[in-house]
């Protein structure tokens, strides 16, 4: 069974700090997604990282993709509080959006 | 129009209700899929529909029953559930020409049996 471990699980911080969320697997994908849910709402997608050892940058997001497509990181500079929610990353495999598999996110609290 | 429409984003219901969950994604998308979100747990994929036609089945109880008529739309039929059913359950659509994989969610139905 393909798992998806993401670390912390709960952060909070203050407005300005800098983090790093890390999302790891024993698993290849062939492709890893960023999503950012806030409450409420169902998860809006941030990113997909599609190459080993690709960087994406989203503002003050960056966002990594491990260099044998097992494990991917998201690191805020300057977090905002904004920036408050649960982050999920997801792992898909072969066959697209069929063989996704998400962490159980890391949540997110910034406070001013 | 927002991209994946959910109705209702809110139910509470007995043990012995039946009750249904609606999608609706004005994407153009060729797939849809039910996931379920409980607390602190993975979103748990339930159904996934290709082309209007089920192609993935994770284990659900039967007490689930899924309906896609067209490519547009998605129900999620609920009958006898228990307790431990409540949950946030979401919807999504995907282009499955598209490799990535990208899903597409709407803002989900949150649970609740009594």
């Known amino acids: 069974?393909?798992?998806l471990e993401q670390s912390p699980q709960f952060l909070s911080i203050q407005e300005g700090e800098n983090l790093t969320v890390y999302c790891n697997s024993s698993s290849v994908f062939s492709s890893l997604q960023w999503y950012r849910q806030e409450p409420g709402e169902g998860p809006?997608?941030?990113v997909t990282v599609v190459t080993g050892g690709e960087v994406k940058k989203l503002k003050r997001l960056t966002f990594q993709f491990g260099d044998a497509r097992k494990d991917s990181s998201l690191h805020i500079t300057a977090a905002q509080p904004?920036?408050?929610g649960l982050y999920l990353c997801a792992g898909v495999g072969r066959g697209g959006g069929f063989k996704t598999i998400f962490g159980a996110g890391t949540r997110l609290f910034v406070k001013a | 129009?927002?991209?994946?429409?959910?109705t209702p984003r809110h139910?509470?219901?007995?043990m012995t209700n039946k009750k249904s969950l609606k999608c609706e994604?004005?994407?153009g998308h060729n797939a849809m899929y039910w996931y379920k979100?409980?607390?602190?747990?993975p979103l748990e994929l339930m159904f996934v529909y290709s082309l209007e036609e089920r192609v993935e089945n994770n284990s659900v109880p039967s007490r689930f029953s899924p309906e896609c008529p067209n490519?547009?739309?998605l129900f999620l039929h609920l009958h006898t559930l228990q307790p431990e059913d409540s949950a946030l359950y979401l919807c999504a659509s995907s282009q499955e020409s598209v490799n990535t994989g990208e899903l597409f969610f709407g803002e989900g139905s949150r649970l609740t049996v009594l």
Request: hydrophobic share 35%.
């Open chain 2, 1 to 6: 129009e927002t991209g994946v429409t959910q």
């Open chain 2, 25 to 27: 994604q004005h994407l």
């Open chain 1, 1 to 3: 069974t393909q798992l």
């Open chain 1, 44 to 46: 809006v997608l941030l």
């Open chain 2, 11 to 14: 139910l509470v219901m007995g």
């Open chain 2, 71 to 73: 490519s547009s739309h």
């Open chain 1, 82 to 84: 904004g920036d408050t």
């Open chain 2, 37 to 41: 979100q409980s607390a602190k747990k």
